[in-house]
């Protein structure tokens, strides 16, 4: 029910074998009767002005709208909520568990309320994993920090007896060849400490003959216009003079960059001023990996778009949202395959 699921979080937001105990302790958060199940958890989401985005995903299907991790966070993020749970138990970045959830989310939600009504039970299999995950979140959290410290503390005490032991047996070897060796020796043996040190500089001299390697391909890796850094957006003139977008999406994240506001106005205010006009929006798929999971991550990134724009007071009735489009000449690294574009049409 979940293989497809668990093997997209897996490889495309870092969590590799967690991806696992993430879904079954998601699921026991989600159903734990405690917090009145399925509906007390969707609740959370209605109470944080939600209800929109929760309304769509009951039942699945493309119009699910995708969540963004401030509003994950806004909901599930505070002290001993789910996030900071899910953080200490499988030690992964809080960012990755955020982006994962925000797309696991709108596909459990749906899978688990099908015709779009909220069951009165569960499927057998979505029990076994809850109930494996209600025991993760039961179990204790081992603080690693605490441990280390332990451990620190213990071999501190030991320091400074090795150190001591160290000084002996120095001492000792110093003092046995001073007695077994003579005058001429001594001298003889002059050259042998030089001859290390002759060789020391060429270690030294190949660390900067790395260097300018290491700062020369950071510009390469910066220099092209369709790489920005993060998830950027770029403001464009179309070819008929009306303000067009270029959003760029950081791999994996759906999340509209905070400059969006600002960057957009153009287009905003053109669309306000003409009623007759359509802001056509289209994601573009990245070209290698998981066709399927590459169009539906474009699809969700378009959709945010979408939605940001209808944040900002345009009506939505004046958006269109096009097919993915395909990225060509260009690797999974290439900005263009992380992009949207918005176009003005009458």
Known sequence: ?????????????????????????????????????????????????????????????PSAQPITNTQLETVLGGSGGLLSQLTSRLDVGRDNITSSLGYLLPAIVGRL???????????????????????????????????????SGSLMKWLPWAVVALAAIFGL??????????????GASAPAVVAPAAS???????????????TASAPAATASTDEPAGAAVVSLMGDNS?????????????????????????????????ADAKAVISGFNDPTGNAAANAELSKHRAEAVQAALVAQG?????????????????????????????????
């Not at 399925?38 to 985005?53: R, S, V, W, Y």
Request: aromatic share 6%; glycine share 10%.
């Open 1 to 61: 029910m979940f293989d497809v699921l668990l093997r997209e979080v897996a490889a495309r937001f870092g969590m590799g074998d967690k991806a696992l105990p993430l879904v079954q302790m998601l699921l026991a958060y989600m159903t734990n009767k405690d917090t009145g199940g399925l509906i007390g958890f969707l609740e959370k989401f209605k109470a944080a002005n939600l209800g929109p985005i929760v309304q769509s995903w009951l039942g699945g299907g």
């Open 113 to 151: 309320t099908p015709g779009g009504s909220i069951p009165s039970a569960l499927p057998p299999e979505v029990t076994s994993l809850a109930a494996a995950g209600q025991s993760l979140l039961a179990a204790p959290v081992v603080d690693v920090g605490s441990s280390a410290a332990a451990g």
């Open 173 to 186: 070897s110093y003092c046995g060849k001073n007695r077994s060796v003579d005058a001429p020796a001594t």
């Open 200 to 214: 020391e500089p060429a270690p030294a001299a190949s660390e900067p003959a790395s260097a300018p390697d290491a």
């Open 242 to 274: 009306t303000p067009a977008l270029k959003v760029y999406f950081d791999t994996g994240k759906t999340d509209v960059h905070t400059e969006f506001a600002g960057k957009s106005a153009d287009l905003v205010a053109y669309l306000k001023a003409n």
């Open 314 to 346: 345009v009506s939505k009735d004046q958006t269109v949202l096009e097919k993915p489009a395909e990225t060509t000449g260009t690797t999974a690294s290439n900005a263009a395959s992380r992009r949207v574009e918005v176009i003005v049409r009458k």
